[in-house]
């Protein structure tokens, strides 16, 4: 593929993989919201596979969004306009989920690890944490999509 | 079988906080770029494809990186260390990575299009030398940085972790 092509891969393959980001958070937060959906165990497993798809989804997602961004050139303006703002926010929402997605894997790992763990408090905090990133999710792509084409 | 369930655990480990700091490093840049108004100038330098294969560098090197930082974390002689301080080191030799790749990218550079590439190579020399230490000291303090934050969020999710194992009082 010429490198002239590339920006326009580069352009969707940021919108699938934050789609996939987003439906892989729906999946997961509803497994945990059901208790007969699946066992603990196995929604350990699934979270944990999710965590995976997660970490190496995100880092693409991150690059071809700042590319993204560079496509714009002069079409990026200053961070006191409406529009400068809305950038503020989705990177701060970025950064917000990165951290609570750092939380979130590391609570799967350890409670992996646990002889003894409650059922329903885990359902309680992972469900918490899978619909918060649902959430955040869904922000940053209103923003996004706002951004891209020029809501504000 | 319990080896091979630790083992992968471990790597989700090195994986999710290395690319943590690689993604969570670009977004912090981006953010304070646009901030400072300079967002647009800085892209504009920068083609796609040079741009991904930067990413990737930084994200190969940092995963490296982070995995030393564990191990050198979780020995017992470290023990007693902050997590923060392995990170610390961790980020100062990333920083050095990252520069020699940069430095080797220069070096090709200058030998293909001098006339005289052997000319270049005291100052490739001195370059390599002060590039290095610059490039350790802003690894450092931006590892220091993820570091603090990694503690922050891991201290978090022990105290949600203690809340999830304890289980005298049973289903509500």
Redesign the interface.
Known sequence: ME?YQ??FA?RYVHVVSAAVLTGGALLVAALWIVPDALGVDAALAAA?AY??TF??V??IT??TG??N??????G?L??ATGW?AA??IK??T??AL??L???R???V??????A???????RI?LGAAYWLTVVMFLVALWLGLGLAHGRY | MRLSSARRSLDLKVWSLSTFHATGFIVIVALGLHLCGTLGDTLRRLDTARGVAAFIILWASTCAATSWGLRYAARPAQSTDAFSFSMAIAGGLNGVAVFAVLLAVFAVRVATASSYPLAAIPVLFLSAVIGSLLAFTIGTMVGLVFGLIDTVVIRMGSALLEWIARTDLGTP
Do not use: H
Not at chain 1, 69 to 74: R, Y
Not at chain 1, 116 to 122: D, K, N, P, Q
């Open positions: 490198f590339l920006w580069v944990s965590e995976w970490w190496s995100a880092g991150a690059v700042v590319s961004l560079g496509l714009k050139s002069e990026l200053g961070p400068g950038l503020s990177l701060g970025v950064l990165l951290a997605s750092l939380m894997s590391d609570t790992i350890r409670t992996r690890a646990l003894r763990r409650s059922a329903w408090r885990l905090v």
